[in-house]
């Protein structure tokens, strides 16, 4: 079975600038989770889609934003790049478990190193 | 507000070495899962498991095991004979899981060095 996939595997772009990075989960689950591993910050969440739709956001500007397509697939958009956020960028999935009313444990993709220059 | 203490920041042990990472917790809900991942030098980070809140049973994998105390709020994990591969920031996580907030709330990460 393939894991979480994320693209590009490394990405340098200059201030100011917009990038976008893509995740497909694991066949089968339907929340996509962002993070972001900036160093000296440790891994902060960013966003979560499920089901197509945005259920909650971490403590980040609105330049930070995303969607996800029917195929469950996620993309992350980042607007007016700044230096500091220059990161590692983390995909995860994982589906909702109904008989027990909660999430299963998230599946991590190999990230997105952003570096801005 | 959750919030995940892992008060070591790095540890070095030769192998073969029983090494234990702590981490402490904080939150208010009474239904919450407990996480531990490993995060080796190509950055992924690799599941390795949970817990809820509801099951405080100790779990044994292989050279892992996981002590879960609900009364002190800690949840540490321990490698029995620790090898060359185990190097990696070990990170313990929390997330209350309920039908509207779903995110995992890291701890700094314990950076674990096993030598020969």
């Known amino acids: 079975e393939a894991g979480v996939t994320q693209s590009p595997t490394h990405l340098i772009k200059t201030r100011g600038q917009q990038v976008t990075l893509r995740c497909s989960p694991i066949?089968?689950?339907?929340?996509v989770y962002w993070y972001q591993q900036a160093l000296g910050l440790g891994l902060q969440f960013l966003l979560w889609?499920?089901?197509?739709?945005?259920?909650n956001r971490g403590n980040f500007p609105p330049r930070f934003s995303g969607r996800q397509f029917p195929n469950y697939s996620s993309e992350l958009n980042v607007n007016a790049l700044e230096l500091e956020d220059s990161a590692l960028y983390l995909c995860a999935s994982s589906s909702y478990l109904p008989a027990v009313r909660s999430y299963n444990e998230q599946f991590f993709g190999p990230g997105t190193r952003l570096t801005v220059l | 507000a959750q919030k995940v203490t892992q008060a070591q920041t790095e540890i070095s042990v030769v192998e073969k070495e029983d090494v234990t990472l702590d981490c402490v917790y904080e939150?208010?809900?009474?239904?919450?899962?407990l996480f531990w991942y490993k995060q080796p030098p190509s950055g992924e980070l690799v599941f390795l498991i949970r817990?809820?809140?509801?099951?405080?049973q100790n779990e044994i994998s292989g050279r892992y095991s996981w002590n879960f105390q609900k009364s002190t709020s800690s949840f540490n994990f321990t490698i029995t004979a620790s090898q060359v591969v185990d190097s990696a920031v070990y990170f313990c996580a929390l997330t209350e899981n309920t039908g509207t907030a779903s995110k995992l709330t890291f701890g700094t990460g314990t950076r674990l060095q096993v030598t020969l």
């Open positions: 817990r809820n809140s509801f099951d405080e």
């Open positions: 066949s089968g689950h339907t929340s």
């Open positions: 939150t208010r809900d009474t239904t919450y899962y």
């Open positions: 889609y499920d089901e197509g739709e945005e259920r």
